[in-house]
């Protein structure tokens, strides 16, 4: 199965700043099939990005999502006090779908 | 509107078999291209992919886990109900039922969560 390694374990960041988070698989993911969901404490997740790089309904344009192949990048331009949370990647493209260990952003 | 809720019992002893239910609304499991899966958190830990099943009853489960799941669903209810046999205390966690994409096989809306405990 493919392994998802999420860096780093924790950003520390400031409202209004950028936020970069990488996924990065063990192999090849199978086309461009990798979600990012947002889970906030005490929530369950939330839909971010599929396909790498599409936003789910709802999902304010500072989140985009973007690569291929074995690194996967999600970006927040500009920090919202509501974006503090843990992010997890999910490949999809290959059996059995598989998550990463999560990235928190928190509070500089 | 969709929505999902898991229920079940909070404690389990270990070895004991465990039975969650995911009560959807919002759309039917029967319908053509629908899916429910699970997925387990234990506490402070990653997201694990458990178990999927589709309209059509195909199912899909964790390799790792296979031998001791079963997902079902009861179409008059519109439910989707998992089984998880001989239960330790390193099963302990959440659990999530979430209704697959129609696009792929992530998740576009997911129950609160069911926290499970086992202990004796």
């Known amino acids: 199965e493919i392994v998802l390694t999420q860096s780093p374990g924790t950003l520390s960041l400031s409202p209004g700043e950028r936020a970069t988070l990488s996924c990065r698989a063990s192999q090849t993911v199978t086309s461009i099939y990798l979600a990012w969901y947002q889970q906030r404490p005490g929530q369950a997740p939330r839909l971010l990005i599929y396909d790498a790089s599409s936003r789910a309904t709802g999902v304010p344009d500072r989140f985009s999502g973007s690569g291929s192949g074995t690194d996967f990048t999600l970006t927040i331009s500009r920090l919202e006090p509501e974006d503090f949370a843990i992010y997890y990647c999910q490949q999809y493209g290959n059996s059995p779908v598989t998550f990463g260990g999560g990235t928190k952003v928190d509070f500089k | 509107q969709i929505t999902l809720k898991e229920s079940g019992p909070t404690l389990v002893k270990p070895t004991q078999t465990l039975t969650l239910t995911c009560t959807v609304s919002?759309?039917?499991?029967?319908?053509?291209?629908?899916?429910v899966g699970w997925i387990r958190q234990p506490p402070g830990k990653a997201l694990e992919w458990l178990a999927l099943?589709?309209?059509?009853?195909?199912?899909r489960y964790s390799p790792s886990l296979a031998d001791r799941l079963t997902i079902t669903k009861d179409t008059s209810k519109n439910q989707v109900v998992l089984t998880m046999t001989n239960m330790d205390p390193v099963d302990t966690g959440t659990y999530y039922c979430?209704?697959?994409?129609?696009?792929?096989?992530?998740?576009?809306?997911w129950g609160q969560g069911a926290l499970v405990t086992v202990s004796s």
């Open positions: 099943i589709f309209w059509n009853d195909d199912t």
């Open positions: 919002g759309f039917s499991v029967r319908s053509a291209g629908v899916a």
């Open positions: 979430a209704q697959k994409g129609y696009g792929g096989y992530y998740y576009a809306y």
